[in-house]
């Protein structure tokens, strides 16, 4: 018989459950103590409950912490922690320290549907959506994670894609009886599926990100397919009568491309875009990725495109790129190889790839 994991239930999923096998409703609280804020790894940790009910826990639950089978640490510090899934396929998290925060970029999927043409999580394609106690693992089971101070999911996979398991990870994240968050220390970032988006918008006040890369739509739809399906103007659009002044931030992200996104005609249509909307964007360097015939675009170039965004109003910053010789940056989570030496196959491949546009 299969046991349930704890770390992934509400309160009242616990309440519901130890009541079922005769077990006293205030064992609900203890239990939710344990494993949210106290953080053990197992049933034989909860030592204010009695030997007798733990035998009960152990027979029906177990925690559900999965330490990550392997950790990777780049020059700048960032960290990328592998986790195996219960199906055996694998995950990528990324630890990223900077002065006095700790974010920790989550993923939600295994692959992804999406497909974007400058991200290799895409280039793996979909297999399968991580439930909430595989989200929650990830924040639980990385190094310093009681020293975690922002969640972004911006790792792989689209998060609106699995919106019930993020979102039931998210209220576990802030609930009183949980690490009670506040819902401002996470980011949710979307390529922008509208009626999952609309939900998100109703039903959170975390901070948004929108993956944009491009103002012209029929430019986007050459390197993101989802353009077809949600166009970026019926994104923006709903976006609009949202309050973004207060509770929660809205960003957008656009990676720039050589030649292709990066020239002050496409941070002049971008201006016109996003115009009356109080947002900050984030511009963001592209990393060379196998199989992509895209390059990145100059860093004059960048700052050039900042300094137009700037002189119209907008907070537009360029983000630092961090874990690039790890493939911890973004756009490069990808699992699809797991063999010894992948990584290094790859980033040989990368290296030529530069080579070759040098």
């Not at 195996?84 to 992804?112: H, K, M, W």
């Amino acid at each position: 018989m299969s046991k349930h994991y704890l770390l992934g239930m509400t309160l009242a999923e616990i309440t519901e459950a130890i009541l079922s096998f005769g077990l006293p409703k205030f064992t609900a609280k203890q239990i939710a103590d344990w494993v949210y804020i106290k953080r053990v790894d197992s049933i034989d940790g909860m030592t204010n409950i009695s030997l007798r009910n733990r035998d009960v826990l152990k027979k029906h639950f177990q925690v559900g912490r999965v330490q990550p089978v392997d950790i990777q640490t780049s020059v700048d510090g960032t960290q990328k922690m592998l986790f195996q899934t219960v199906s055996g396929a694998f995950i990528e998290s990324v630890n990223i320290p900077e002065d006095d925060r700790l974010t920790l970029c989550v993923s939600s999927q295994i692959g992804c549907k999406m497909n974007c043409d400058f991200c290799m999580t895409g280039k793996m394609g979909f297999k399968g959506n991580l439930s909430t106690n595989e989200i929650l693992n990830q924040i639980y089971s990385v190094p310093n994670a009681d020293k975690l101070t922002n969640i972004v999911f911006m790792g792989m996979g689209e998060p609106l894609d699995n919106y019930d398991n993020v979102m039931k990870a998210i209220e576990l994240l802030t609930a009183d009886y949980g690490l009670a968050w506040s819902p401002k220390r996470i980011t949710l970032s979307t390529i922008g599926i509208v009626p999952k988006l609309k939900r998100f918008l109703d039903e959170s006040t975390c901070h948004l990100a929108v993956s944009l890369h491009s103002p012209l739509s029929v430019q986007r739809q050459t390197f993101m397919p989802v353009e077809k399906a949600y166009p970026m103007n019926d994104v923006i659009e709903l976006l609009r009568p949202y309050d973004w002044s207060r509770q929660r931030r809205l960003s957008f992200e656009y990676i720039m491309f050589d030649g292709i996104n990066d020239s002050l005609i496409y941070a002049r249509e971008l201006a016109k875009l996003l115009s009356g909307l109080d947002c900050r964007i984030n511009l963001i360097r592209f990393h060379v990725i196998p199989q992509s015939e895209l390059k990145p675009a100059s860093d004059g170039t960048m700052i050039r495109f900042r300094d137009f965004l700037s002189s119209k109003g907008f907070i537009c910053t360029i983000r630092a790129s961090r874990g690039e010789d790890i493939f911890a940056a973004c756009g490069m989570l990808s699992t699809e190889k797991q063999s010894n030496g992948n990584r290094s196959e790859e980033m040989a491949q990368v290296n030529k790839i530069e080579t070759n546009n040098n």
